[in-house]
């Protein structure tokens, strides 16, 4: 399989709790961007990045969410003291680059965050 | 700050139909438009991608329009099958992607 792959898939925690979740963009895809979703809702950006460098930060971005992607491929995202507000879609999406064709996204399945 | 609406929020047509979904956005200054299919629970299949010099794409059954002066976009589904029942999504490139709420459409059989 050659798509966006994310992990967990799901993950439920208690209130305060840390969490992390993986993403794995398509491969040679130099984009990986991070959204939020939560029930009926569209998804709502939340970071990007450049191959390792992160280039643009939403304000939904709280200071107890930080994201990594250190070698330029695989991406994390972690939450820190978890809020029940946390819960949510987590998705992950990727691009070859930034104009015409390439800036074309492509979603991974998610990861479904629940805190209690 | 750029704002996307979908209508309508939901539709329900019997198989067969065919039906036009819209799109709206404020700011003309777009890179792209991309239309995407959601199943529940799962992430976002990319359909369409309508660059901003492009008026319209077509895979399959699926035809897109963009007409970035009005700030509208329309995707039309030419007779709808039940399998086509799902949410779709309506973003438009402008650093970053913006979304709309989607609107769930339901083919009866």
């Known amino acids: 399989d050659t798509g966006v792959s994310q992990n967990p898939r799901h993950k439920i925690t208690k209130r305060g709790q840390n969490v992390t979740f993986r993403c794995d963009p398509i491969s040679e895809h130099n984009r990986l961007y991070w959204y939020r979703q939560t029930l009926g809702q569209g998804p709502e950006f939340l970071t990007y990045f450049q191959n390792e460098a992160q280039l643009e930060k939403s304000r939904l971005l709280s200071d107890r969410f930080s994201a990594e992607r250190p070698k330029g491929s695989f991406s994390t995202l972690e939450i820190q003291r978890t809020e029940q507000g946390d819960s949510a879609m987590y998705l992950c999406?990727?691009?070859?680059?930034?104009?015409?064709?390439?800036?074309?996204?492509?979603f991974g399945p998610g990861t479904r965050l629940t805190v209690l | 700050k750029q704002e996307v609406t979908q209508i309508p929020a939901a539709l329900s047509v019997p198989e067969g139909e065919n039906l036009v979904l819209n799109c709206s956005f404020t700011d003309s200054a777009i890179y792209n438009l991309q239309w995407f299919r959601q199943d529940p629970g799962k992430g976002l299949t990319s359909l369409l991608l309508i660059q901003s010099s492009q008026r319209e794409q077509t895979s399959g059954r699926l035809n897109a329009s963009l007409d970035k002066s009005s700030g509208r976009s329309t995707l039309y589904i030419a007779a709808s099958q039940p399998g086509d029942s799902a949410t779709y999504l309506c973003a438009v490139l402008h650093r970053p992607l913006v979304f709309g709420k989607g609107t769930r459409l339901s083919v009866i059989a």
């Open positions: 999406a990727s691009s070859p680059g930034t104009s015409g064709t390439s800036s074309e996204q492509f």
